[in-house]
């Protein structure tokens, strides 16, 4: 037959599961309701140092890329921007507003992070 122990054993890790996943999902809501309170248009915020980079000079399209572990072909096809003109943009070429806004799509951060 059944051992009472054993399933004494699987109801306590039942219920010890179902209590993680509990708090879990309100990790997971008070991020998202916190973002919304912040204002951030349902991006996930970047870390101080990668914002530091940027406001040291380092180009923001090459620094969110790199920091999103994507390369340059990889963003011109979230973007619909050639992959030569992506390279151009890192090392330095000025672009419009409306190739900031495809950027910044692809890259998921605000449109204004990219405008110098």
Avoid: C, W
Wanted: glycine letters at 8%.
């Amino acid at each position: 037959m059944s051992d009472p122990k054993l399933v004494y054993s699987l109801e306590i890790r039942l219920l010890d599961l179902e209590k993680k996943v509990l708090d879990l999902e309100k990790q997971v809501d008070g991020l998202s309701t916190g973002r919304k309170a912040a204002g951030v248009s349902g991006f996930a915020p970047l870390p101080a140092i990668l914002l530091k980079r940027i406001q040291d000079g380092e180009n923001p399209v090459r620094a969110i890329r790199q920091f999103r572990l994507m390369t340059q072909r990889e963003l011109g096809e979230r973007s619909g921007i050639r992959p030569n003109h992506i390279s151009a943009i890192e090392r330095g070429m000025s672009y419009g507003l409306k190739t900031a806004k495809r950027l910044a799509e692809a890259l998921e951060v605000q449109v204004d992070l990219l405008l110098k």
